[in-house]
């Protein structure tokens, strides 16, 4: 593997089928299995490491967000990443940045409401991202449903010459799912965590049996949440993120909850065909994550 800092070395260093997988670092087994996903399908795999200032609406989560370069070096390079893009923020905005990419709509509902700008810093970078090593593929992880949908929309808008690939979440042992967050949760706020993939698994399995109602669905999730500080439990359509009435076309249900001072968020993804509907309940680690220390 080899580490560059500028996209101009990143794209000498490639050929083929180019698959990016965008990261802000402190990697676990949720972007290891990007990796994967892009090692089955291109020639070179590249994965960003840079931690977004655009996307963060308050300094103070900024300067929180856990880093390990060295860590994630290693990581990469065990894992199969070619190329690793670990840019210093004056080639990434080498002047103050004026233009920003806004995708409307699809970034209104559930975190748009509650991170203001966060998108816009998102679609800006990912851009720069696509522009800059020319991939033709790039990895995005279903937990973070929205920013999916996201980016999926506007590298159609701009007619952009890349195929953006999903990949199911991966699960820790007991359910919760993978984020760099989790590392700041207590034990017992760990513990009160769990009630939301509880609660979503509950959901999936009765969406699973035929239940359609969105209030429905929610209401189950929400009975699951007890005392956590919930920003929202909604049943959104995968494409357009816009609330649905029923489960009637490919959707997600989405979480926002906060245990103590970490806000997390998961979701489950349900496919709906003429034989019914599944539910992609994401892949669980048969033990402790490496974002505790393990290898």
Do not use: W
């Not at 308050?58 to 840019?87: I, K, Q």
């Not at 999926?152 to 690939?165: G, K, Q």
């Not at 009765?206 to 929400?222: F, K, M, P, R, T």
Request: proline share 4%.
């Amino acid at each position: 593997m080899k580490t560059v800092g500028t996209f101009a070395a990143a794209r000498d260093l490639t050929a083929g089928v180019v698959g990016l997988v965008p990261t802000m670092g402190f990697l676990h087994e949720g972007h290891l299995a990007l990796v994967d996903a892009a090692r089955r399908e291109c020639d070179t795999v590249v994965m960003s490491l840079f931690v977004n200032p655009l996307q963060f609406d308050e300094t103070r989560d900024l300067s929180r967000y856990p880093r390990d370069p060295d860590r994630d070096a290693h990581l990469a390079g065990e894992r199969g990443v070619d190329v690793l893009f670990a840019p210093e923020l004056e080639e990434m905005y080498p002047r103050r940045q004026i233009t920003r990419v806004r995708v409307s709509d699809v970034t209104e509902e559930l975190e748009g409401r509650f991170r203001p700008g966060h998108f816009e810093g998102v679609t800006t970078v990912v851009a720069k991202l696509l522009a800059g090593t020319r991939a033709d593929r790039a990895y995005f992880g279903r937990k973070d449903a929205q920013q999916l949908a996201t980016v999926t929309r506007m590298a159609f808008d701009l007619s952009m010459p890349v195929e953006v690939v999903p990949v199911s979440i991966v699960r820790e042992s007991d359910g919760l799912a993978l984020s760099s967050r989790n590392v700041f949760l207590s034990p017992e706020e760990r513990d009160r965590a769990l009630r939301i993939s509880v609660g979503l698994m509950a959901a999936a399995g009765a969406a699973e049996d035929g239940e359609c109602s969105a209030e429905e669905l929610e209401l189950i999730v929400a009975g699951y949440l007890g005392d956590l500080e919930v920003d929202y439990v909604t049943l959104a359509d995968a494409d357009s993120v816009e609330p649905a009435r029923r489960l009637e076309q490919d959707a997600f249900l989405a979480v926002a909850a906060h245990a103590g001072n970490t806000r997390l968020i998961d979701n489950v993804f349900f496919r709906v065909t003429s034989a019914g509907t599944e539910a992609d309940r994401g892949n669980r680690l048969e033990g402790p994550s490496i974002l505790y220390g393990g290898r």
